[in-house]
Structures are given as C-alpha cells and as structure tokens.
C-alpha cells in the first residue's frame, strides 16, 4: 500500500471508531462555547438564508444549534462516519421538527457526491486542521460555496504551516494518529482568493471559560489563564489556536 493510501485507511479508522460517538453526542445537550461563538461570527455576515451545508458536520449539532438561532436555512450535512452518527441525529432532529437533509460521505469528493449542487452557507468546524490534505478540501468547499464559506481550524498570523501528528496514547488499543495542524492565515486568504474569493474575514475566537485538564492524561481541550486574563487553549501538549474565517464567493 502507498503512502497516500495508507494514510487514507488510518484516517478512516480514527474517525469511525466508536470512541469517537461521546464527542458528538455531548455537543447537542451543551453546545461548545466554539459553537456558541459561531452563531455570533456568522450573525455578522451579510447572510439572507437560503441553502446551507455542514462539511464533516460529525453527528448534526452545530445545524441543530444554528437552526435554532438562525433560522431561514435549509440544511445539509456530510459527514464520513455518517453511518454510525447520523441514526441518533435524525432521532434528534425528527424531535425538534428540523428538516435536514444528511449525507454519509466523504468530503475530499463533495462536489461529485453532492451532485454539484451549490449553497448560500457552507460551514466546516474544527475539521480542516485535522485533515492531511487540506487544500484539496479547501478546494472541494470553495467549490461548492456560492455565498459564504466559513471555517473554524487553527490559524497563525505567522507565515507559517505546521503539519502536527498527535497519538493518545490513553485510548487502549490505539488509535492511529489525529492531524492537528496549524495554517499560516496569510497563505489560506491567497489560497481562497486564488479560487474566486473576493471578501475574507478573520477573528480569533478566544473561549471565555476554564476547562480542567483530563484526568486521563490523554486528548482534550483544557484552558490555561494568562496574566491578563485571556485563556490559551490546549490539547495534550499542543497549544490551539483557534479562529474563524470566511471566504466570499459569488456576489
Ligand atoms: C473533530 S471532528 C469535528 C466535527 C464537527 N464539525 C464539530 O465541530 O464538532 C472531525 C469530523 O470530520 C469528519 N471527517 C474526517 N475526515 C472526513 C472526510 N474525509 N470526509 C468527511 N468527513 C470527515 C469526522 O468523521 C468527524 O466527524
């Protein structure tokens, strides 16, 4: 097997695994302050409703969150490990009486697996960088975007890319690696605005409370306070910094 091949198998594996369903699941009873801060990152664009769509939307609770704050948007929703989250969406979504249309698939092959079809909104959280191939998705989600393309990773202000592999050695037996890299801000615009773009925004998104360190000793996403005030966010030993963007395309 090839590299490229292998690594794609590995990715697979991480991302159907079962451990990955508490993540998910926890989202739609207490969305993540990220989330929450999303809704106000996009209540400042020029958006009028219309077609929208989540790339690797993980279980749907962003769209249930955001169908709830912002209504006037019909969703959609792809995601790889559709087949094992999607069953408890629907169940969720059949409750609040959302209508959302969802997609098990992969998003390296959007614009053929959508059936070209195009959207108003396209969002993407907390998935580019962890990605191996991020321009290749980054391509495919322009592509798609007839409006606005809105994307939450870890960005630095730098000119600088950072390809990080990171294994938990805690989850028993082992999961291959998870990607969490960090793009230069500058590079991603001049990708974006090499693709059509013609309006890019940026802002940090700081979280505003303390999150304890795991008692596993493994991944995830603890807070540690500077002396004046603001939080760094960290995972394992990887400091994250997050940030949202969002890429105008068409009119
Ligand atoms: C860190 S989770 C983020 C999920 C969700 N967007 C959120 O903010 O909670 C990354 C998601 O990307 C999905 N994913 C990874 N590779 C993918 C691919 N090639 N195609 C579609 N989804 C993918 C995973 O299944 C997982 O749900």
Redo the contacts with the bound molecule.
Sequence with gaps: MNTAKRQDAE??RL??DES?LR??VD?FERP?R??VHLGRFLAGLPLHGGEAL??????G??IYYLSHVMPGFHWTG????GDM?FPIAREKFADAGIDVTLVS????ELDRVLARQRFDLVI????LS??PDHER?LCQALRVTRGWLVV?SLFTELDVDTECLVYDHTIVPELPPYHMNVYSLNRMRSFCEGHGCHEFRSEPFDIDIDLPRPESGGLGSYTERLADGRRLQFTGPVHLPWRFIAARMGD
């Design positions: 990715q697979r991302w159907l990955q993540y998910h989202q993540y990220s989330t989540d790339i690797a939307c993980g279980a609770s962003n792809i995601d790889l490990a989250l698939g992969d998003l390296f993407s959280t907390q998935t962890w990605l998705a939450s």
